[in-house]
């Protein structure tokens, strides 16, 4: 026990000591104030057409409870994936193997420690939901059972969820991230869609990890009960479109049956036991990959008595005369080279299917899902760009290199976007046939703007990480066709050119920062 | 070609300084920097790699100011840090390219600069494996190559020989002796011998502070004659601590053989005066400078 308690105190802090992890919180103290909109704003969180919740205690509670569980599902598995990673990255693994913990005493300690990082923002959303309760009514009670009930029954069992899958994920699909974030967007998509779909109340209750349905029916109940009507669309999430008429009703929380209790220990009992069927499964740092390359470099090192230096050493007088060349081509080869050579081969298939099938598919269709899909399978490559000198440790050398700001990063830039619109290109001549010059713009300047995008996120947050949510969370919100979120043209927008200048304001205004804070960076290490 | 540091001052935060009023002028041939852990020699190399700015203080490089033009020296700079990297999905080949592309070396003749250098670092023959897959030793030679790209004037070396076998470290003397002609090198080492057979001159940091600069025998000479070994039982140790500085001791059978510079001027009975070495001289002036 004291082996696991030290673990996770040491992997909390390790956490939880970062600059993305502090850009998470502030992002996170922005989301839960946008949990609870007021009665002004063009989006809800909780959309019952025609009707309108009350603020009161219950309402702001239980919303703000639920879109905590549901977002920090969402991107708190991103926050708390890799965990194990780190340890073999560190090395930090081959000193736990040797100690007694057991495989599923390490593996539980990280899933406490993952679980720990989560509520530690879901805290956050906690105080935030009381105070906006006091900025949004006025005159309503307070009751604090209603926001400690949500957190306690929605929240906890769905971060104690996240926290067993972001384990199970590393021990099964081990090193390669970009697995692991596209079976949790298939997984997660899948799930809602199930829980919303279900038709059989009660099962519905049962399969649903975060207690979403049983809030919805709940409020369906009152709405219909108040007006006898027979409402059938409760939906949770941010909802954009115009202010319409709407009728008042108040809700005052979920009744706690026992079917949703049993419902909550059922998702803690899958969690553990999930943690301790892949503990069976758990390499505990020991790879077969890595023998088999310990084995090549040993049978080099063993080859017969080669001297390390040549006996002439390095004769200078043989050396061809230096040529000065400042350019960035040689940069952007060996940066496409990276980033080619990064992932699996038969991942490059599946990425080159699926841009080739932009060719065949609807337009609207390879627009609005496959391309910013098939943008996101490049996460751990977009998401490397700015930060991997760092993580090589090779920094040292690219920032005592010749203007380092005014080749390196352009050259690092340049070459992601080309690689997205490389991707992009199928997509690109069929609107290259069709003339439509908007949406090519809109493309090359979204491809532009992911790309700084990460770049930014990486210089200031020093980590891939919070670029990784992030460009899931946009990604999940484009394909759920949230205007906020479309960066690459893919859904109308009211005035072209008003949504042209705000991407290339926003891409000016990334290029800056960049630039100024690597800038910066280069000079005080 | 010399470079001049003047009233240099590296403060990381109110509390850690890295570098105190520190100036030091550095001529052609080979720089040893010796000190303990956190003396502040990788805070002075970065500085002079350009990847540090410094608090107060100048640097300059034959009249040129380094810290207002960093490019200034990074066109002829060579340097090794101590921890570095590689990526390792690149081979040798492709990871020098980069690195000269990073220098500003191209044309037609860089392929053939690569090859005598990987054969002088002795890596020809595993120039197209991924580095990812070398030995420690094998990727400090990869980092030696990479920092003779450019013919660098200034080579900045910060605890080059980790990571090389005793056989390698001869070699890498070597290898600095036939550059030290035309070149400032700077090298900084925790091990003495290291500095002590390739330094032309030794400089001695302690706490950011630089305790003394001169050529090697100026600075054994500040313990010729203090310097003795005894022969002592295990008992007597603790009195000799006391009453002197040891340097080392050794076990000879049921003795210990004790190492050590008189404070008293007084030797214990039985101890015979022994050629002071850079270490000795290192010792002294680290332990009694506080």
């Not at chain 1, 104030?33 to 809800?44: N, Q």
């Not at chain 1, 020991?286 to 390390?308: G, L, M, Y």
Request: aromatic letters at 12%; hydrophobic letters at 45%.
């Amino acid at each position: 026990m004291r082996y696991i308690y030290s673990i996770i105190k040491a992997d909390y802090l390790q956490r939880t000591r970062s600059y993305a992890f502090l850009i998470t919180l502030a992002i996170t103290f922005y989301a839960a104030y946008s949990f609870v909109p007021p009665p002004t704003a063009s989006y809800t969180t909780l959309n019952v057409v025609g009707f309108k919740g009350v603020y009161n205690s219950a309402w702001v509670g239980y919303v703000s409870g639920m879109m905590t569980a549901i977002m920090l599902s969402l991107y708190g598995f991103f926050l708390v994936n890799g965990g194990i990673k780190k340890d073999i990255d560190t090395e930090v693994g081959l000193i736990i193997a040797t100690t007694p913990i057991t495989n599923f005493g390490y593996l539980l300690s990280k899933m406490l420690s993952n679980l720990l990082v989560l509520l530690t923002i879901a805290g956050c959303t906690f105080v935030v939901s009381i105070i906006m309760f006091f900025v949004r009514t006025s005159g309503s009670p307070f009751i604090i059972s209603n926001f400690i009930i949500p957190y306690l029954l929605f929240v906890v069992p769905a971060m104690i969820f996240i926290s067993s899958l972001a384990v199970v994920s590393e021990v099964f699909l081990g090193r390669k991230s970009i697995l692991q974030y596209i079976a949790f967007f298939f997984f997660f998509g899948a799930l809602m869609a199930n829980v919303n779909g279900q038709k059989n109340e009660t099962l519905a209750v049962i399969i649903d990890p975060y207690g979403v349905r049983t809030m919805t029916t709940s409020i369906k109940n009152q709405v219909n009960t108040q007006y006898h009507q027979h409402i059938e669309g409760v939906n949770l999430g941010f909802t954009f479109g115009g202010k319409r008429g709407f009728r008042i009703f108040e809700w005052n929380g979920i009744t706690i049956t026992s079917l949703f209790l049993t419902s909550r220990l059922l998702w803690l009992m899958i969690s553990l036991g999930l943690v301790y069927l892949s503990s069976s499964f758990f390499h505990r740092f020991d790879f077969k990959q890595a023998v088999s390359k310990r084995k090549k470099v040993i049978a080099n090192e063993q080859k017969p008595a080669t001297p390390a230096f040549a006996a002439t050493g390095i004769n200078r007088a043989l050396m061809p005369p230096l040529v000065t060349d400042y350019g960035i081509f040689p940069f952007i080869k060996t940066e496409l080279l990276l980033l080619v050579r990064k992932g699996s081969k038969w991942l490059w298939l599946i990425i080159g299917a699926a841009s080739l099938s932009m060719l065949f598919a609807p337009v609207a269709i390879s627009h609005l899902y496959i391309l910013p899909v098939l943008w996101f399978l490049q996460v751990t490559r977009l998401s490397e760009l700015a930060t991997k000198e760092e993580t090589y440790r090779l920094h040292y050398f690219t920032y005592a290199s010749y203007k380092p700001l005014q080749r390196m990063l352009p050259a690092q830039i340049l070459a992601g976007v080309i690689l997205c619109i490389v991707l992009a290109f199928p997509l690109v001549s069929r609107y290259i046939i069709a003339g439509n010059g908007y949406a090519i713009f809109n493309i090359i300047s979204g491809a532009i703007c992911i790309v700084l995008l990460a770049v930014c996120i990486g210089i200031i947050s020093k980590g891939k990480k919070l670029f990784e949510i992030i460009f899931f969370l946009l990604t999940y919100a484009l394909t759920q066709a949230i205007p906020v979120a479309d960066y690459l043209g893919a859904i109308p927008h009211d005035s072209h050119i008003i949504y042209i200048a705000v991407i290339l304001g926003l891409n000016v205004f990334l290029a800056v920062i960049s630039f100024v804070v690597r800038g910066y960076q280069s000079r005080h290490l | 070609m010399s470079l001049v540091i003047k009233n240099l001052t590296k403060q990381y935060n109110q509390h850690k300084s890295g570098l105190t009023d520190y100036s030091i002028t550095i001529e052609k041939g080979v720089l040893g920097l010796l000190g303990p852990n956190g003396a502040g020699k990788s805070t002075l190399m970065k500085i002079i790699a350009t990847i540090s700015k410094p608090t107060k203080g100048t640097l300059f490089l034959d009249d040129e100011d380094i810290v207002a033009n960093p490019d200034k020296i990074r066109k002829i700079l060579g340097y090794l840090p101590q921890d570095f990297g590689v990526y390792p999905n690149l081979n040798a080949y492709e990871f020098l390219e980069y690195i000269a592309a990073m220098k500003g070396v191209g044309g037609n003749g860089l392929r053939k600069r690569i090859d005598l250098l990987l054969e002088g670092v002795n890596l020809t023959a595993d120039a197209k494996r991924p580095i990812g897959t070398y030995s420690g030793g094998m990727k400090q030679r990869i980092g030696i190559a990479q920092a003779l790209l450019n013919d660098p004037k200034v080579l900045i070396f910060d605890e080059p020989t980790v990571g090389l076998d005793p056989e390698e470290r001869v070699r890498f003397r070597q290898l600095i002796s036939d550059l030290a002609d035309d070149c400032i090198i700077i090298l900084s080492s925790h091990i003495v011998s290291d500095i002590e057979t390739i330094a032309d001159e030794v400089a001695i940091m302690k706490n950011g502070i630089l305790l003394n600069k001169a050529a090697q025998p100026d600075i054994i000479k500040l313990v010729d004659g203090k310097v003795f070994e005894v022969l002592v039982s295990n008992d007597e140790i603790a009195g000799i601590r006391t009453k002197h500085q040891v340097i080392d001791t050794s076990r000879q059978k049921d003795k210990t053989k004790v190492r050590f510079i008189t404070r008293t001027g007084q030797p214990e009975m039985g101890a015979i005066a022994v050629n002071a070495s850079l270490e000795d001289a290192y010792l002294f002036l680290t332990q009694n400078n506080n």
